[in-house]
């Protein structure tokens, strides 16, 4: 069984860090894209980043791009999101997902993933 786990999240002032964990089990990892997406209250899930199967590539959403780093460890089966910098905008709960295989495309698109994990709340407050 498939499972992926965040954890990092909290609640934190404008301008702080955080960084989350995605820890994955049941599936083999380094054969897997990762995501991060985000779901602000009462609006759509958005992406935020992405990476390859082997960390070579990754891809990021203009609003996060300079201030979120993605990154992914193969040994340890997890993947991490850096988030700096961060703002009222950046309120919601973050998803991390898993997309089989080794290209990197459709990376930006929700329906692309075949995993997803619970989600972890993060709040920025001014």
């Known amino acids: 069984q498939v499972q992926l786990v965040e954890s990092g999240g909290g609640w934190v002032q404008t301008g702080a860090s955080l960084k989350l964990s995605c820890a994955a089990s049941?599936?083999?990892?380094?054969?897997?894209?990762m995501g991060w997406f985000r779901q602000a209250p009462g609006k759509e899930r958005e992406f935020v980043a992405a990476?390859?199967?082997?960390?070579?590539?990754?891809s990021y959403a203009y609003s996060v791009e300079g201030r979120f780093t993605i990154s992914r460890d193969n040994v340890k089966n997890t993947a991490y999101l850096q988030m700096n910098s961060l703002n009222f905008e950046d309120t919601g709960v973050y998803f991390c997902?898993?997309?089989?295989?080794?290209?990197?495309?459709?990376?930006?698109?929700?329906?692309?993933?075949?995993?997803w994990g619970q989600g972890t709340q993060v709040t920025v407050s001014s």
């Open positions: 049941g599936l083999t990892f380094n054969t897997h894209g």
């Open positions: 997902a898993a997309k089989m295989g080794r290209d990197f495309i459709d990376n930006q698109h929700a329906p692309s993933y075949d995993y």
């Open positions: 990476i390859n199967w082997n960390g070579g590539r990754v």
